[in-house]
């Protein structure tokens, strides 16, 4: 499974990755694989605050509904509107374009205590 | 789809083919079975609307009713007028208690000198039981289930693939019956039916040949230039459900009964079947309950989950709920108050924990090859 180096982690397989002065997030390859086909997303609308470890939205596949935790905690700046018309782009591509929502950071310094690829593959038994 | 929680114990003649090939495996009704392969359920469900699907279903049972006394026997067990049935004709019945309740719906097919019936995998051995408990002592009835292997082959293209690569061409056998035919020199049973709202067939043949019969038919539809795929249980599931066919444990169950699942239909109330009497106390008293299709606009709706009046009264309950491929919707099937069973009645769905915008539908939501 590919975990993408520039991403953080939680053990609940959601990511936080720079994008300049934002952090996009998203779920991981190991996640999209282990949920099967995705064909629900619910986000929340730009302006909205998310809370580092709450739930932020809702991602639904073939088998199963299961909550959404924020890497970090800040603003929604966008959201990704193809992402919900098309939730098939989080199993295409969940470190591109299935990515979910972008955040402006409330406290950057949070990014640091998420888990780093290697230690992410360690919980999902990758080297 | 809600798979079986228990280890399974069985596995099908295919089963290390699955595994090799990347399916994802699962325990339902006993058995450990491919829930979709690395093609992912929704393009498995695709590729049956367009093409070709080959399905693995030899978790199905078959019985054999044989004896002086079968015709009798089959018409009186089954609700679907079976009198007027010749080779090479079969028909889709269900299987009720003297309550009414629905033990399995399942396949009749009048074979020249016996009765085949085609039962569910989770209920095989509880409509084997029941057959026999009532069978006289002129009728004999076999499970055949271990030594028939069953495979279906569905699609818009799967009678293509099938003239093509069989001894006789399926072509001729009408929907809902019966012919035989030899495919890579496997005498095959073909039975024009299927479980997905597409045209096709299921093949009835010697188990041991499963392998041989699964990868010729892929082979023969890659030659031929017929996408053809295997597809797993979850596929199977969008499929039926899409094309308004039940499955047991959801739409029908030994606690409904075919008055409340909109199944009136398939009983024959011009004969004498099990149930029957109790069926026409329940048209008299009324239903309180009835099958409809729920759309839903925002969320996967899912069994259990339950239905919301305008008022804001719980009025029901899902059985089964998806996202459907072929449609690009969400929708339910729920049992809900009758009063408000008309297709365009707003109801709402609560879907973890929120009240949903739904709107009542009619079924199927895809209307199957048959009755176009």
Redesign the interface.
Known sequence: MAIDKNARYLESHEYAKPSGEYMVFGISDHAQAEL??V??V?LPSVGKTVTKGAIFG?I?S??A?SDLYAPISGTVVEVNEAVKNDP?LV?KDCYGTGWLVKVAPSNPSEFQSLLDPAAYGKTIGEE | MIYMEEEPTNTTALHDWHVSHGA?MAPFAGYDMPI?YTT????EHLITRRSVGLFDIDHMGQFEITGPGADEFVARMVTAKVSDLVPPMARYSLLLDEKGGIIDDLFVYRLPASWWIVVNASNRATDLAWFKAHAPSNVEVTDRSDDTYMIAVQGPRAIELLDKVANNPVSTIQRFCWGNIVIDGIPVLFGRTGYTGEDGGELFFPAEQALQLWEFLLRQGEWLGIETRPIGL?ARD?LRFEAGMPLHGHEISIDINPIEAGFKWACDFEKEFVGKEALLDIIEKGISRKLVGIEVF???P?EGYEVVSPEGSVIGRCVAG??CPTIKK?AANAFIEPSFAKAGTNVSVII?GQLRDAVVVKRPLYVPAYRR
């Open positions: 099967g086909d064909v629900f619910e809702t639904e073939v088998k509904a098939s199993n | 994802k979709n992912g359920a929704i393009e979850a969008s925002s969320g996967v899912r998806m996202f969400y973890r």
